[in-house]
């Protein structure tokens, strides 16, 4: 069975910093990893899709990579800013199946003060 | 393009209650899946449909089930509430099947169980 981690479960840094957000996934048979952002009580918007294929995607400020022989991803938030405070969410979608399942982690909640 | 909506936003039912969610997909896309979202936690797969059909069920009880129309909205149904059913209900669309694609999900309905 999939288990995705996400470390740390929160984060509270000043405006600027560049950061670092983690996942790590038990079964390394995948077939994508998807970063998510989640506003409070609000719906996921999906922020980058790695295939398995690949090793990183870069969007803007953000950039992920992906480790699959060792069930890592990291994504890199540079120069953060107040905007970017929410719940960071990593999902893996399983070689295991033959459907659109995602398993997720539980989040990173991120707070960047000004 | 309108992204993918649900209705209603925000729910509240009593214990032993039925109720059905509503989501339309993203234009063009004809796979829909629902996820559960209990607070402080990441999404939880239910349900994937494509083409009308089931095409991949999670860990959850016979009290959900959902249906895909001809117009590829999709509607899910939890019967006999319970206190635990208390949760954001997400859907996401994606314009096929499989785990390569990338999945947009709505805004959710939040359901309270009193």
């Known amino acids: 069975k999939q288990e995705v981690t996400q470390i740390p479960a929160a984060l509270s840094v000043p405006e600027g910093e560049n950061l670092v957000l983690n996942c790590s996934f038990t079964?390394?048979?995948?077939?994508?990893l998807q970063w998510f952002r989640q506003d409070p009580g609000k719906g996921l918007t999906s922020l980058l899709l790695?295939?398995?294929?690949?090793r990183e995607q870069t969007s803007g400020r953000l950039n992920a990579s992906l480790d699959k022989s060792s069930g890592r991803s990291t994504l890199y938030i540079a120069a953060s800013q107040p905007g970017d405070s929410a719940t960071y969410l990593c999902?893996?979608?399983?070689?295991?199946?033959?459907?659109?399942?995602?398993?997720f982690g539980q989040g990173t909640i991120l707070t960047v003060h000004p | 393009d309108a992204g993918v909506t649900q209705s209603p936003t925000h729910l509240i039912k009593t214990r032993g209650q039925h109720v059905t969610l509503r989501c339309s997909p993203i234009?063009?896309?004809?796979?829909v899946s629902w996820y559960q979202q209990v607070l402080g936690q990441g999404p939880q797969f239910i349900f994937q449909?494509?083409?009308?059909?089931?095409?991949g069920r999670g860990n959850f009880p016979d009290r959900f089930s959902a249906r895909q129309f001809p117009n590829y909205s999709s509607e899910l149904n939890v019967n006999a509430l319970l206190l635990g059913d208390s949760a954001l209900y997400l859907c996401?669309?994606?314009?096929?099947?499989?785990?390569?694609?990338?999945?947009?999900f709505g805004p959710g309905t939040r359901l309270l169980v009193l």
């Open positions: 234009s063009g896309h004809k796979s």
């Open positions: 790695i295939q398995s294929s690949q």
């Open positions: 996401a669309s994606s314009l096929g099947t499989g785990t390569r694609e990338t999945q947009y």
């Open positions: 449909y494509y083409e009308k059909e089931e095409r």
């Open positions: 079964d390394s048979a995948i077939y994508n």
């Open positions: 999902a893996v979608g399983g070689s295991g199946t033959s459907y659109g399942k995602l398993t």
